[in-house]
């Protein structure tokens, strides 16, 4: 086994070549766009504006560095100002303040009405859950009644029809009330 302190590596450095304008303009978009797909965090320490604008920077001061400085036209440097001057602005807020407790204030109305709407809702509901247990309770009584007035009929005897006993006044026919009451307990249900 030989030694490989003994046998020297030949060191190659490869040239590289300059790339042209549309290639470092290429790069640097591309670079940009990602740049651009950054979350901001508002938890302390985050990815913030701040570090975001350094990013930006570097990579323009990287493209300018490249290009060089002479090959760049006076529109891009007077937007670059632009966009500095534009970012590092602070931002007014008291707009953005009352429109967010213009937005807290409907919210509060928009839960307030639904709070009266479900408190109504829940009362009508009781009471059709009332007028149904009365309607259940009146229809087995009309349906008793039905079968009481079948069997007195049944009962009578033809001597007491004869000989002319006072028949009972007829009420209202069961039957039927008892169908307008079935006809309304399934209303009720539905």
Same mark, same amino acid.
């Given at each position: 086994m030989k030694n490989q302190s003994f046998h020297p590596r !030949?060191?190659?450095i490869q040239e590289t070549q300059k790339p042209s304008y549309d290639e470092l303009k290429t790069r640097t978009i591309n670079a940009l766009n990602k740049l651009g797909q950054q979350k901001f965090s508002m938890e302390p320490g985050g990815y913030s504006l701040d570090n975001w604008m !350094? +990013?930006?920077?570097?990579?323009?001061?990287?493209?300018? !560095?490249?290009? @060089?400085? +002479?090959r760049l036209p006076p529109a891009y440097l007077e937007k670059r100002r632009q966009l500095n001057d534009y970012v590092s602005r602070p931002v007014l807020t008291s707009s953005m303040d009352e429109e967010i407790s213009e937005y807290r204030r409907k919210i509060?109305?928009?839960? +307030? @009405?639904?709070?009266?709407?479900?408190a109504r809702i829940t009362s009508r509901v009781t009471e059709l859950k009332d007028e149904r247990s009365r309607c259940s309770a009146d229809l087995a009584r009309e349906r008793s009644a039905i079968s009481n007035q079948a069997a007195t009929k049944n009962s009578d005897s033809i001597f007491?029809?004869?000989? +002319?006993g006072n028949p009972k006044p007829a009420a209202k026919d069961p039957e039927i009330r008892a169908k307008e009451l079935q006809s309304r307990l399934d209303t009720l249900s539905s």
């Open positions: !030949k060191i190659r !350094k +990013g930006v920077n570097m990579l323009l001061d990287e493209f300018e !560095k490249e290009v @060089g400085e +002479g509060a109305d928009i839960n +307030g @009405g639904m709070a009266s709407e479900r007491r029809r004869l000989l +002319g």
